[in-house]
């Protein structure tokens, strides 16, 4: 059995950080990009950031480009999400996603797995 799970979420004022991580089991994603996303209450769930098998491409939504940075471990088949510069627009359920494709890896549809989600707020 598949399975993500997010850890790393909390409260935090702007201007912050936090490093968000999920840890995958059931199988390895070490061959598959792995993406982060992230769902506002009353929005569509968003792309926040990718990273590809090998770890040397990675894909950022403008809005988070140059706060946030997404890298894996692919020993440990986990990805990291490193968010500073924090913003209150950043505030979401953020979610890891594994098993879609790099060329889509921007598209929430092309994911087979999903987490539970992580709740990141920011405090102005």
């Known amino acids: ?5 997010e850890s790393g979420g ?5 201007e912050g ?5 999920c840890a995958a089991s059931g ?3 070490s061959s598959s990009p ?7 209450p ?3 769930r968003e792309f926040v950031a990718a990273i590809n098998w090998g770890g040397d491409y990675t894909d950022y939504a403008d809005s988070v480009k140059g706060r946030f940075t997404i890298s894996r471990d692919n020993a440990k088949n ?3 999400l490193q968010m500073s510069s924090l913003k209150p627009e950043d505030t979401a359920v953020y979610y890891c996603a594994a098993g879609g494709l790099w060329v889509e890896a921007r598209n929430v549809y092309a994911y087979a797995y999903w987490g539970q989600g992580t709740q990141v707020t920011v405090s102005s």
């Open 1 to 5: 059995q598949v399975q993500l799970v």
């Open 10 to 14: 909390g409260l935090v004022q702007a």
């Open 17 to 21: 950080s936090l490093r968000l991580s």
């Open 27 to 29: 199988r390895t994603f």
């Open 34 to 40: 792995m993406g982060w996303f992230r769902q506002a």
């Open 42 to 44: 009353g929005k569509e």
């Open 78 to 80: 986990t990805v990291y």
